[in-house]
Every structure is written in structure tokens, then in C-alpha cells.
């Protein structure tokens, strides 16, 4: 029997595209603010043991941003995939996509467990790791063993998602944040195993967020989606239809990884790893500030889905619209808090040890980088729309457009061909997004009026 709530959702997301919206993306903005919380304070508390251990952190944060990339970017496919199922009205479909969804996710965790086992001290040092190689291979190889959890939980999100169902996914992030927060210290400092203990905490804390999922799953059974792999069948388009969206936007993730591993390489060459650990911090606050567009964004991806599934073209044009309005409102009020507080905010992450000497450039960072932040309000609306109607391809294509294509360029002209160091470094990124963001929001403008046509 179909649980009331959950079948509510599905009603709503199929229903007014604003209201669909807003109930999916509240419960997102939450799960994903706490997510990027609890990676500040890992932060926090590495920067007690010093500069080089969080530049050792930093270094390895690109290789975590991967596993975290494939777990996001196949949760986007399941979530494509369910959602246009779902708004087709072929509810088993749905079932079976969902269990495909964790067949797939399961043997891609095993594939980059062993590949990022092999390939992991020659990626850091190609990154320009130098002295800092202890700490970031004691952090980055428990990471790398526990690899399977952390992918699979953010790809189980989708799941939920699919089904238009946020709301879960938020309590089990928040179980799973306090638990982090409680172990940091305990493993870091008490136990006295320094980096390696915030590596395990990070990992306990995901298995403990894939307990409580497949807990209402499989025990409690509540949920509208029944992911039973008795009642499996292998078909090929639902497997082409998860990995059409959910690979592209693994690799689209994955060239996010790609860039903070270029640009960290950038630093240490026109500066010092003071400014890669500058960077890695601060880009831990800019996920914060940047969460509520990247959740209103993931939001969309379900509600276009399920619309385009049901052939409802004129919603997705509203809902985009939408989207990018609250979307706004969010990035101009980040962006003034941020650069207000930017001195404050940096004080946390700089105020003991060898960490002070960190604090200046980092507030610099801070107040500068929130410039791009509107832009990204429409940027990243636009970009989900085609995730949504399963050109994960081109959603791809944009991001690699704007990181590696425009805000590289940008960098490198300002930092080194121009001479402006760090600054221009820092400026690089704001022109890159600045011009990359408002060409995709041209691109989704035109792509919807011709679904409409």
C-alpha cells in the first residue's frame, strides 16, 4: 500500500511547479548546508594541528570532491530517471529504476575505490603536494577505503528525490552531521590520531546516514518507491536512462575535482601552500554561501523531470523562471553578509598555531569571491534544466565550459601572464563564472521555448 505522504509528494511535484519547487528545496538548502557545516568544522578542527595539516587536508580535497561528484552525479541520473518515470505514471518502472540505481551505484564505488587506491600519491604529487604528502595520504587513504559509503549515500539521496521526498534525506544528513561533530574531536584530539581521525569520522558518519535510508527502505517500508530486488528485472533503457544523466554530471562533478586540483597547482605555483590551504578553506565557506542555488537547483532537476515525463512543457518553463528568482534573492543576501563578515568569518579558521598566518589572504579571498555569486543564482538553474529533460551531455559541456574552458583561462592570464598573483588567481574564478553563467542561461532560455514550440 503507498504511503500517503510520499504519494502526496509525487501529486505535488506533478502539480504547480512553484509549490513543487519550494517543498522540494527548503529540506535540500537544510541537508546540504549541514553537509557543507560538518566539512567546516573538519576543517576547524584540522586547522588546530596546523597550516600544513590543512593544506595536507586541502590538497586531498579535490580527490574527495570526486567521491562525493559520482555519488551526486548518479544520484541526479536515478533522480532523472524515477522522476520522468514517475510523471509517465508507470509507477513499477519506477520500482525497478530504483533498484537499478543502487546495482549501478554499488559496482561505480568498487571501480573508483580501486583506481584512486593505485592512483593516489602520484595525484597529490602532481598537485604539487610537497611537504605536506604525510597528511594528506594519512586523511586521503581512509577516505579512499571507505570510498563505497560516501558515494552511495549521496547517490541513495536521489533516490528520494525521485520520488519527490527531500525531506528523509534531511534528517538522516542531520543524524548523520551531530555524529560527525561528536567524533571530530573525540578521534582527532582524544584518541590522538590527528588527520587520520577526522578521515574516520567522516566515514562513520556516512555509513550512518545509509543505515537510516535503507531502514525505511527495507524495514520500515514506507516509502512510495519499492526498491526490492526480488522483483528486479534488467532492462536496458532504465540503465541508459540513469547513466545518461548521472555519468555526465559524475564527470561534470568530477571536473569540478579537476579544477580545484589545477587551480591548487596554481597556487603553490605563483604563492606558496598558504594559499592552497587559503583556497581549500575558503571554498568550504563559499560551498556554504553557494548551497541554497545549488539545492534550489538540484530541486529542479526532479520537478523538470517528472514534467517532462508527463509532457508538461510549459511548467518547466515556469519552473526555471522560478527558479532562478529565489535563487536570486539568496545569492545577493550571501554575498553582502559574506563580504560584511568576511574578517570574522576567516577568524575561525585562522586564529590559532601556525593557522594565523592565513588569516589576511583568506579574508581577501572572502570578500572578493562573492562578486560571481548572481550569476551563479541563474547559472546554476539553467545548467539543471538540462539534467532535468536528459541532455546530461550538455549540462556537462557547461560546466567544463565554465571551470576548465573560461575560469582557467582567466586565472592563468591574471595570475601569471599579467603578473597579478594570488589576486588575479582569485579573479580569474569571478570573470570566468561571471561569463560562462549568463551564456547558459541563454542556452536553457532558448532550449524551453522550443520544448514549448
Keep these: ?95 525497478n529504476a530504483s533498484a537499478h540505481s543502487i546495482l549501478i551505484d554499488i559496482a561505480v564505488s568498487i571501480i573508483i575505490t580501486v583506481i584512486l587506491w593505485i592512483l593516489l600519491i ?23 577505503l571507505g570510498s563505497i559509503f560516501i558515494i552511495l549515500s549521496n547517490a541513495l539521496y536521489g533516490i528520494y528525490r525521485g520520488e519527490g521526498d527531500s525531506t528523509r534525506p534531511m534528517y538522516a544528513m542531520i543524524a548523520s552531521a551531530i555524529l560527525n561533530m561528536i567524533l571530530d574531536p573525540i578521534f582527532i584530539y582524544y584518541l590522538n590520531l590527528g588527520v587520520k581521525g577526522a578521515a574516520i569520522a567522516t566515514i562513520i558518519s556516512a555509513v550512518f546516514v545509509i543505515l537510516i535510508l535503507l531502514y525505511w527502505f527495507y524495514i520500515k517500508k514506507d516509502t512510495y518507491l519499492k526498491p526490492i530486488f526480488g522483483n528486479f528485472n534488467l532492462e536496458k533503457d532504465i540503465g541508459l536512462d540513469i547513466v545518461k544523466v548521472g555519468i555526465p554530471a559524475s564527470i561534470q562533478l568530477l571536473n569540478n575535482a579537476f579544477f580545484a586540483a589545477v587551480f591548487s597547482a596554481l597556487l603553490a605555483f605563483v604563492s606558496s601552500t598558504d594559499s592552497v590551504a587559503v583556497y581549500s578553506t575558503g571554498w568550504r565557506i563559499v560551498t556554504i554561501g553557494t548551497t541554497p542555488l545549488l539545492a534550489i537547483g538540484t530541486a529542479l532537476i526532479s520537478v523538470i523531470a517528472a514534467n517532462y515525463g508527463a509532457k508538461n512543457y510549459k511548467n518547466i518553463q515556469i519552473a526555471h523562471r522560478y527558479a532562478m528568482k529565489i535563487s536570486m534573492i539568496f545569492a545577493f543576501a550571501v554575498a553582502i553578509l559574506t563580504n560584511v563578515f568576511a574578517g570574522d568569518i576567516a577568524s575561525i579558521f585562522a586564529s590559532s598555531g601556525t593557522s594565523v598566518r592565513i588569516a589576511s589572504e583568506l579574508t581577501g579571498f572572502l570578500s572578493w569571491i562573492v562578486i560571481y555569486y548572481p550569476t551563479m543564482a541563474v547559472g546554476v538553474a539553467s545548467t539543471y534544466v538540462f539534467q532535468g529533460i536528459g541532455r546530461g551531455i550538455t549540462a556537462m559541456f557547461q560546466t567544463i565550459m565554465r571551470e576548465t574552458g573560461f575560469t582557467i583561462f582567466f586565472a592563468v592570464l591574471f595570475a601569471i601572464v599579467l603578473n597579478w598573483g594570488v589576486w588575479g588567481a582569485w579573479m580569474g574564478i569571478v570573470l570566468g563564472e561571471v561569463v560562462s553563467n549568463n551564456i547558459t542561461l541563454l542556452w536553457a532560455d532558448l532550449t524551453i521555448k522550443k520544448l514549448i514550440d
Excluded at 500517503?4 to 535540500?28: E, F, H, W, Y
Design 1 to 95: 500500500m503507498k504511503n500517503r505522504d510520499n504519494s502526496n509528494s509525487v501529486d505535488i511535484m506533478l502539480g504547480n511547479p512553484k509549490q513543487a519547487l519550494l517543498k522540494m528545496s527548503i529540506p535540500l538548502i537544510i541537508s546540504l548546508l549541514i553537509s557543507s557545516l560538518y566539512n567546516l568544522i573538519d576543517a576547524a578542527w584540522v586547522s588546530g594541528l596546523g597550516a600544513d595539516a590543512l593544506a595536507g587536508v586541502g590538497f586531498f580535497t579535490p580527490i574527495f570532491m570526486i567521491l562525493v561528484g559520482f555519488g551526486n552525479g548518479l544520484g541526479a541520473g536515478a533522480a532523472f530517471a524515477i522522476s520522468k518515470y514517475v510523471g509517465e505514471g508507470n509507477k513499477s518502472k519506477a520500482d
Design 122 to 144: 602520484p595525484i597529490l604529487n602532481a598537485m604539487g603536494v610537497g611537504q605536506t604528502i604525510g597528511y594528506a595520504t594519512d586523511y586521503g587513504n581512509i577516505i579512499v
